[in-house]
């Protein structure tokens, strides 16, 4: 399963809190990101997110369908064989928002993507721009701009209506989010 939202939406404390839940309730859970910690990963993080100006769109998505493709090949998979259960801070609904924001073709995004796997629930923490704006202090990278923001949460949104994500009202408390959150898995869980 995977949890999305714009950048500072708290996907990355939703994420590690519905781990420790669903440990704590007896489950072998385990917590990844995108970009992963892999080669490619820190490639990006390294230098694709922390630049000024953006690299070419078409080479930024590129480069996240390669790590996702590596991550999934050798973790995710592997984890899932053991019967874990996999809770991935981002997935590809994340290239879709921002690529596609930055003009990509969201069908041409899915394409090079098609390996990735299907995820059993896909969550988008729901926090508007508006919002967002209070939580950044500057902008940290090219994604974090508040133009870039507005077209990915379109973007999300568009994913929600398509049923592809699942929306979770991301404006309240951090608990009162993380107890919606943890309902709905353990829900699809026992079923």
């Not at 781990?19 to 490619?40: H, M, N, W």
């Not at 629930?121 to 500057?138: G, M």
Request: include cysteine; proline fraction near 2%.
């Amino acid at each position: 399963m995977c949890i999305e939202g714009l950048d500072k939406s708290g996907k990355t404390t939703q994420s590690v809190l519905l781990v420790e839940a669903l440990c704590k309730k007896g489950f072998d859970a385990v917590y990844t990101t995108e970009p992963s910690d892999r080669e490619i990963g820190r490639f990006i993080r390294k230098y694709v997110l922390q630049r000024k100006d953006r690299v070419p769109t078409v080479v930024e998505a590129l480069l996240f369908a390669a790590d996702r493709a590596d991550h999934v090949e050798n973790e995710v998979k592997l984890m899932l064989e053991k019967g874990k259960i996999v809770v991935s801070d981002r997935y590809v609904y994340s290239s879709l928002a921002y690529q596609g924001a930055a003009g990509l073709s969201l069908d041409w995004i899915k394409g090079i993507n098609n390996q990735a796997l299907k995820p059993d629930l896909a969550i988008y923490l729901d926090v508007p721009v508006e919002v967002l704006t209070q939580r950044y202090q500057s902008a940290k990278s090219v994604m974090e701009k508040i133009d870039t923001q507005r077209k990915v949460e379109e973007i999300y949104l568009k994913l929600v209506q398509e049923k592809e994500l699942i929306r979770i009202n991301g404006k309240r408390s951090m608990e009162e989010a993380a107890k919606d959150i943890q309902a709905m898995v353990l829900g699809r869980l026992k079923n």
